[in-house]
């Protein structure tokens, strides 16, 4: 049986996934081989879809595609804002598109690859124009786009990994540093689950949600070297009012999350 997803990215996000496991469960029940083909360009959806049907079966085979390099993400940048008649304009594009706007874009591109979100930010761009094209024209509809999207990012992901970046966030914020130890953090975690018993979640699952998080740059090793025996030092990419932007969204998340994030972050 196949089956065609030509939205994966609504499907998966429907109602906390619930169709997406429904479609895991008829896996289950099904005699036959089913094959599930999804096209999407938003990169974190084909994150969270690969990692659901790893976390959740033992014999699966998962293919994912790559979108296209941050290279030729620029390079469609850069055909749309084209003007074959107009050298001039051509000129100042170029110019424009200064390092600090292509990091900016490449952090978008790292989040959502999407081309329709990319003609969005440029019509708003082209729409604020009143002559010729410059770097500033670029900033904030970058940055309000950026912000956006990290919210949405957050959103995505796992009960754990969000409590794993609340104990960051609070540890970092007590001890007036950007960085932590991820042992002492997965032992703060564990802790955690140990005191509030009503959920099972094993320390393996606990290094699981760690690593996802590293692999989504949320979290990174950090380049500061205090001490030769500080390995293991990480450092957090989002900032403390992002994480509380998201969490005045979030809906479903354990009880025992739910009172530490009111006590602690929207209180």
Not at 37 to 53: A, L, Y
Not at 109 to 123: H, K
Request: charged share 25%.
């Amino acid at each position: 049986m196949f089956i065609v997803l030509n939205d994966i990215e609504k499907f998966c996000e429907f109602r906390k996934q619930s169709l997406l496991y429904v479609l895991f469960d008829s896996v289950q029940n099904t005699r036959g081989n089913l094959f599930v083909i999804g096209t999407t360009q938003c990169t974190n959806i084909i994150e969270r879809f690969e990692k659901r049907i790893l976390s959740r079966f033992s014999q699966r085979i998962v293919y994912t595609f790559s979108l296209g390099s941050f290279k030729e993400y620029l390079d469609v940048l850069l055909e749309i804002l084209d003007c074959p008649e107009n050298e001039k304009w051509n000129r100042n594009v170029q110019t424009a598109l200064s390092n600090k706007v292509k990091s900016m874009f490449q952090q978008f591109y790292d989040i959502d690859n999407s081309i329709g979100r990319l003609f969005q930010i440029i019509v708003i761009i082209l729409n604020s124009i009143q002559d010729s094209i410059n770097e500033s024209h670029f900033i904030l509809p970058l940055s309000n786009a950026l912000h956006s999207s990290r919210i949405k990012y957050l959103n995505d992901f796992s009960d754990t990994e969000i409590l794993i970046l609340l104990l960051i966030s609070q540890h970092c914020r007590n001890q007036g540093s950007e960085t932590f130890f991820k042992k002492f953090l997965i032992d703060c975690v564990n802790k955690f689950y140990e005191h509030h018993n009503t959920i099972q979640v094993t320390s393996e699952r606990v290094e699981l949600a760690f690593t996802e998080l590293v692999k989504s740059r949320v979290i990174q090793p950090s380049s500061a070297r205090i001490s030769k025996k500080n390995t293991g030092l990480y450092t957090m990419m989002y900032h403390e009012e992002e994480i509380k932007e998201m969490l005045r969204n979030k809906v479903n998340m354990p009880e025992c999350i739910n009172l530490l994030v009111k006590h602690d972050f929207l209180h």
